[in-house]
């Protein structure tokens, strides 16, 4: 097989990570609840794993890192936490359903307003767009980091900088850039940074989490346990209880820790080995006629591993599963969760198909996939 489906979920994971998540399974029992060996063992590894994950992003204070379930969680936590009965909300086409979906729940629940702004001929979404959608009312900007259909890596800097001037909070979705991307949380200077642990950060599947760059404190989605303050029946306001109530995913953390303790060696590498494959993968599909890239931006401008591209008139899942079956090349077809990129690109009928390259493939497998591309463009008129 040729795995080149990470933008869904990384695969292979490090090897470190399931012996940590083993490990967790075996000694730790509930973190914070009792005081005996099994559940310290716990609470110690859930601390280093906070604690690595503010070093990697820059954090003096690992409370400032949130886990939750998904990346979703995260985005979910600040979008229903922060936007109140009337608000408006500036995001961009470029949105994945985990942001898109929450606001039009808020817009049916809360009677919020939001507002899409589009990106440039490059694919990024330039501040001058979003600007020029700020109300009175708007109380939240949304941008990704990259675009989980395009890879192309958006502004997120000079957006935060737009919002600072206008005292509007900032959340960025880190999905596709989390562990792929050099990242500093203060340097980037947003308010809230939302990430999944296990696609570029190459943890398990089971955790993911929010960073907080400043003093806003959304409204907790959840109310319970944390083995805190147990005589009070108000939420404890201290981080990071007053987002994680109930029993913590322990062995995903462990594994989360352990591919943070991978990346810290060797992130760097990495970056330059998946920037290296990614540029291979683009000129080879440029080459081939039938090949229709979604966007195809000049050299400089950031990019992530992640190409989508249309053979011909070809369906983008009948093509995948082409794929899958001439070359075991493990990729993905349709919408990726994305309706407003695709209607951008003109495919929101039939998709894209979309590689997306990880820490451990090689050129060896990236030639193999072009050619298996090749063959099959040769059955395909160009459109
Ligand atoms: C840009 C983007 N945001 C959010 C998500 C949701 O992440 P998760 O599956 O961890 O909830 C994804 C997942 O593919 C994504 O690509």
Redesign the pocket.
Known sequence: MIYLDN???SFPKPPLVSRAMAYAVEHCANPGRSGHAPALEAGRIILQARERMAAFFGLDDPMCVLFT???????NLVIQGMIRPGQHVVTTS??????LRPLFHLQQSRGITWSVATPDENGQVQPNQIRRLITPRTALVIV?????VTGIVQPVEEIASLCQGKGLPLLV????AGGILDISLPRLDADFY??????GLLGP?GI?GLLLGSDLRPLPLRQGGTGSASSELSQPRDLPDLYESGTAPTPAIAGLGASLEYLDRFAPALRRHESHLTSALLEGLRKIPQVHLLSDPPAGIPRVGVVSFNLGDMDSSEAADQLWRRGQIACRSGL???PYTHAFYGTETRGAVRLSIGAFNTQREIDAALRVIHNLAQEVPCS
């Open positions: 933008a869904a979920t379930l998904n990346c979703t969680d995260a985005l470029l949105e994945h359903n985990s942001v990704t980091h990259a675009s989980n979705d880190g999905a596709q939302a990430f999944a642990g296990h696609k599947q993911g990726h969760c994305a």
